[in-house]
């Protein structure tokens, strides 16, 4: 029965990676950055949903708003503080904006981590779960929340599909990740779009963390791993490549869950990275990379 | 006019360095030992900051060739001593990291941009697994503890440190002034005019990564015949190799002292603020994003002719 | 002087994919020896100029230099063999000193060059002095005048007495007085032994230097003799200016006694140092069609950006009586001025029918869906292939797919920049028929910019010429064979 404990599993945590993964490449995507401070996002996120239930007493619901809330305002900061002063600086050469966006997320992603380190502990957290129980399936006894987890993740990334691909605005954000002159040739607002996006960016982002802290919890230890395992995947699906990343997120997931079952959990990260290495060194742009 | 700045700067760094030289004579231990680290620090900066102003891109994992130096020559230690020397360990240390930098290099200077900062930060990512996976020979996430150090004196020690960061800044900045310090920089600015004024610019980047790799891993060699342990969080850690980056930015990219100058500066500052304990990383993270942000030509490039780039 | 050619080029073949980019060229050029390599955009001749460097690997052919075949090679070791190359685009090191960029080309190959050989400094001084450079030594490019950055490009490459001397565009966003500098220096070069390739798309600034032309069209040699003969040549005219000019009567009047509707006031561009635009001035009326006619590098696509705010400028440019300066691009745009640039933007991976949605993002369901009808109309082909994504669209359907989506926006200025670039002429039929059309049916103002002369006359009402960022003549199309040509061959 192990196949179908991996299969679950290995299914449930894929979906969390991917919906953390479609927000980092949308990022990308749009707006050309890599946000190297997305798993600080996540992880603080998640405390803050742990701080409504744990401290304030607030139910799960409250708590996992409260976490997706924080989620999208430290988004719109992470753009606001570090990527649109950049992008505008006159100081700063064309050529060197990109590497320093790098660096500043980078820094902003460790100043959050410590901050969340400062202010609430660096011990592991578990946010209050939506849905409780274990359910017993197939032989299988797994959490009602894992099942829960992965609902959720496809129901976002689902939205997310639907909002680009049929309302008018998600079309536009679309058009924008394709060719930004030509949106601004037809009357549209970059600036806008970019904050459409980064709003996006801080759902998506927002409700990983939390159904992360539901699912396996958090601490602000997590933040470098989870950061790491967001650009793996994305590279490895290819920059800018929502499905690709996709794809990928669930390459990664199940050779991380079957690795942990049928190897030891000690090695579980590393036939990814070999992949990863392989990957780098046959086609660096990723499965279906553009850029 | 820049003939005169340069000549007091040099003076001034003169005496600082004098100063430096004397200072185990009056001050104590705990202080020695901070600048010592620091010292070691600024040749990983400075190394950075050579080949970021060769190759032209950002190395966002130097804590890879740091690493390799270091926990080859701790594990050598740890295997063959008593019988192997701890300054064998140390060659091997830096001859290990010189190989790593070129394994790396092939694929990072076939791509550009964000895969070049990518592919060297999953190189760190690889060796990090690596060492945990393999704990019984590195010691894990525990640490892996080295029979032998250099000395136990304090004063000695700074001393070495002290000489190996004047030997390697003197060596670091030579090669960027030299003839061929311009050939890299060349390639580094412009590939293709490289290319068009008959310059292999493959060879020289290679040629570039090799001597940031050197120097990068026999100081993390001999850093860890000073501390006595080689652990991942002081070697190989991303927010190490950040470190190491914000060094390099807060002196001054692509002017090789600044580096040094950055890193005593973080270093200090970060054990300054110790007593705050956990704020101390944090305030020093916000100070390191200003000055990104307000001062991106850092310390040295300030000095020199203000804060445009 | 040697008679045996410095340079010989036989069979060079490039193939970009399915593009035949150079068809078996041949051609050769002796020491001593000034060659104009002539043609518009798309004819191959970059393509030619970076095969000999070693830029680009020639899919077959040979390049001999003094004997020594270098196709194939890899760009340093062609330039060690004795070929310099001046870019387009000076390329400087910004970081460095004038004296220290020429000393770069003076160094050898070599990990080990640790200290340079005692002599470079002399010999960089020297080339320094002979270009014009002398007394800039200590400076650093971003505070050199544009001129000089040319200088320094021109010092680079022939730092190591090359055999063979490629300049790419000599005179580009330079002032007569710096173009007679220049062709002196290049002169030099010449008379010193050396065969120069000078690569351009105007026979006309390089016909006082060259001794002699080959002009290129579409990867293939057209003509080739004296830079007079050249220009005479009746396939050379016909590329260059088109066919039979014809006019075409108008089927519209407008209010040529009113007042402009786009008025562009003495308006300059600056890209870095060089002069893209200079002291423009034009204006177009309501409901009228004009045409800007003019090279490659003339400055149409920076007047255009400049209009719609893509660009910093100086001077005015008044739309309805109101300035635009300090509007963003996206809000003109919702003005009423829309571009369709040569690029296209199409969204490669959306429908043809969703790019066109986006166009008409800002109407009404009702009034999308008409304008959507009368497109399918005026343009059928995109009807067919409404579901198909726009990257797969042949080139011609892509140009209509860009003007559709264009006019989606409902304009009251619609800007065309070189739309027939790279078409097929049954499809420019198309497009004219299709233009004819839309001015027939609604009240549209045009600004089209083009260097295909044939297509650009026939609609319009007026015609400017831009050369060299300037407005060299206005007027109407009728004219235009007997006192604008000039300008343009």
Redesign the interface.
């Known amino acids: 029965m192990i196949f179908w404990q991996i299969l679950v599993d290995g299914f449930a945590i894929s979906a969390l990676y991917a919906l953390g993964a479609t927000g980092f490449t949308l990022i990308f995507g749009v707006s050309g950055v890599l946000n190297l401070s997305h798993g600080a996002i996540m992880v603080a996120a998640a405390v803050a949903a742990w701080a409504a239930t744990g401290l304030l007493h607030a139910g799960p619901y409250v708590g996992a708003l409260a976490g997706i809330v924080v989620g999208v305002l430290l988004a719109f900061a992470t753009y606001a503080l570090t990527v649109r002063p950049i992008q505008r600086s006159r100081r700063i050469a064309e050529a060197e904006k990109e590497i320093f966006i790098l660096t500043a997320t980078l820094l902003w992603g460790i100043i959050i981590q410590e901050a969340i380190a400062y202010l609430f502990t660096n011990n592991a957290k578990t946010v209050l779960p939506i849905v409780e129980g274990v359910v017993t399936v197939l032989g299988v006894r797994t959490p009602r929340n894992e099942y829960f987890t992965a609902v959720i993740c496809w129901a976002a990334i689902g939205l997310l599909w639907l909002f680009v691909n049929r309302t008018?605005s998600g079309?536009?954000v679309?058009?924008a990740s394709?060719?930004p002159?030509?949106?601004?040739?037809?009357?549209?607002?970059?600036s806008t779009i970019y904050l459409v996006v980064w709003g996006i960016y801080g759902l998506l982002a927002g409700s990983a963390g939390v159904l992360l802290g539901m699912f396996l919890g958090v601490s602000s230890y997590s933040v470098g791993p989870l950061t790491a395992s967001a650009f793996s995947i994305v590279v490895l699906g290819g920059l800018g490549s929502v499905s690709g990343s996709l794809i990928a997120a669930y390459v990664v997931g199940y050779l991380e869950t079957a690795t942990a079952y049928l190897v030891s959990p000690e090695y579980r990260t590393i036939p990814a990275l070999l992949l990863l290495v392989a990957v780098m060194y046959l086609r660096p742009q990723g499965l279906f990379g553009r850029r | 006019m820049r003939a005169l700045v340069g000549s007091r700067l040099f003076w001034f760094g003169a005496v600082v360095l004098v100063a430096a030289a004397v200072l185990p004579l009056w001050v104590s231990g705990y202080v020695l030992g901070l600048l010592t680290v620091a010292y070691y620090t600024a040749v990983f900066a400075m190394s950075w900051d050579l080949l970021f102003g060769f190759a032209g891109e950002v190395n966002f994992g130097p804590t890879f060739l740091i690493g390799l130096g270091a926990y080859t020559a701790g594990i050598l230690d740890s295997q063959f001593s008593p019988d192997l020397s701890i300054w064998w360990c140390i060659l091997a240390g830096a001859a290990a990291a010189v190989v790593g930098g070129v394994v790396l290099a092939l694929p990072a200077l076939r791509v550009s941009g964000p895969y070049f900062g990518l592919t060297t930060l999953v190189a760190v990512l690889m060796l990090q697994n690596f060492i945990v996976v393999f704990a019984d020979l590195t010691g894990g996430e525990i640490g892996l503890p080295v029979p032998d150090v250099i000395t136990i004196d304090a004063k000695l020690n700074y001393l070495i440190a002290f000489g190996f960061m004047l030997v390697a800044g003197g060596i670091l900045f030579?090669?960027s002034r030299?003839?061929?310090g311009?050939?890299l920089?060349?390639s580094g600015?412009?590939a293709?005019?490289?290319?068009?004024?008959?310059?292999?610019?493959s060879?020289?980047k290679l040629?570039a990564f090799a001597v940031s790799a050197f120097f990068s891993g026999l100081s993390g060699a001999l850093m860890v015949f000073y501390l006595g342990t080689a652990s991942v969080g002081t070697f190989v850690d991303i927010g190490v190799g950040v470190q190491v980056i914000i060094a390099a930015v807060l002196g001054g990219r692509?002017t090789v002292l600044g580096a040094a100058i950055g890193a005593v500066f973080l270093i200090v500052m970060g054990e300054g603020l110790r007593p705050l304990g956990e704020l101390a990383t944090l305030i020093v993270s916000v100070t390191a994003l200003l000055v990104i942000l307000f001062f991106p030509n850092g310390f040295l490039g300030m000095i020199r002719g203000g804060s445009r780039a | 002087m040697n008679d045996a050619p410095m340079l010989e080029v036989s069979g060079l073949t490039k193939r970009f994919g399915g593009l035949v980019a150079v068809k078996d060229l041949e051609f050769e050029i002796r020491p001593g020896e000034i060659l104009g390599l002539i043609g518009p955009n798309g004819s191959g001749k970059s393509t030619v100029m970076k095969m000999i460097?070693?830029?680009v690997r020639p899919s077959s052919g040979s390049i001999k230099l003094d004997g020594v075949e270098l196709a194939g090679l890899?760009?340093?070791k062609i330039?060690?063999r004795g070929v310099g190359?001046v870019?387009q685009h000076s390329?400087p090191?910004?970081?460095?000193t004038v004296l220290?960029n020429i000393?770069?080309?003076l160094?050898p190959?070599?990990?080990?060059?640790?200290?340079?050989d005692r002599g470079?400094d002399g010999q960089a001084r020297a080339i320094a002095e002979r270009v014009g450079l002398g007394h800039l030594l200590d400076r650093k490019p971003p505070t050199l005048a544009f001129a000089d950055l040319r200088r320094l490009e021109l010092a680079?490459a022939v730092a190591?007495h090359p055999k063979l001397v490629l300049v790419d565009e000599p005179f580009a966003g330079l002032t007569a007085s710096e173009v007679g500098q220049f062709s002196t220096l290049i002169k030099e070069f010449r008379d010193d032994g050396r065969a120069v390739l000078l690569v351009d798309h105007n026979v006309k600034s390089v016909s006082a230097l060259v001794d002699r032309v080959l002009a290129l069209y579409l990867g293939e040699r057209i003509a080739e003799g004296s830079a007079a003969d050249v220009m005479q040549d009746e396939t050379v005219r016909r590329v260059y200016l088109g066919g039979a000019l014809t006019g075409s009567t108008r089927s519209r009047q407008f209010a040529a006694d009113s007042a402009p509707v786009l008025t562009v006031e003495t308006v300059s561009v600056l890209y870095g140092k060089a002069q893209a635009l200079q002291g423009v001035s034009l204006y177009v009326h309501e409901g009228e069609f004009v045409s800007l006619v003019g090279l490659n590098g003339a400055g149409k696509t920076t007047l255009f950006n400049a209009i719609?705010g893509?660009v910093p400028y100086s001077g005015a440019i008044r739309w309805g009586g109101t300035a635009l300066d300090g509007r963003?691009?996206?809000?003109i745009?919702?003005g009423g001025i829309?571009?369709c640039?040569e690029?296209r933007?199409?969204?490669?991976?959306?429908s043809v029918r969703?790019n066109l949605?986006?166009?008409g993002?800002?109407l009404d369901t009702a009034e999308r869906l008409e304008r959507l009808d009368w497109l399918y109309d005026l343009f059928p082909i995109l009807k067919g292939r409404q579901a198909q994504n726009a990257r797969t669209l042949s080139g011609g359907e892509q140009q209509m797919l860009a003007i559709a989506?264009?006019l989606m926006?409902k304009p009251k200025l619609l800007i065309l920049d070189e739309p027939t670039l790279g078409l097929a002429p049954v499809i420019l039929e198309t497009l004219s028929k299709a233009l004819e059309r839309l001015r027939r049916d609604s009240p549209i103002t045009i600004l089209l910019g083009e260097q295909n002369v044939t297509f650009a006359l026939p609609h319009a009402d007026r015609v400017y010429v831009l050369d060299h960022a300037r407005i060299a003549w206005e007027g109407p199309p009728g004219r235009f064979e007997a006192e604008a040509a000039q300008h343009y061959l």
């Open positions: 008018r079309k536009a679309l058009a394709m060719n002159r030509g949106v601004t040739l037809l009357g549209f607002e970059l | 030579g090669l030299s003839a061929i311009l050939i920089q060349a600015q412009d293709v005019q490289a290319g068009a004024l008959g310059f292999n610019v060879k020289h040629f692509r | 460097m070693g830029v890899p760009a340093h330039a060690r190359l870019f390329r090191l910004n970081r460095q220290e000393k770069v080309a160094l190959d070599s990990l080990l060059a640790l200290f340079a470079v680079k190591r719609c893509l963003s691009p996206a809000s745009a919702r829309v571009q640039p690029t933007e199409l969204f490669g991976d959306m969703e949605e986006l166009g993002d800002h989506r264009a926006m």
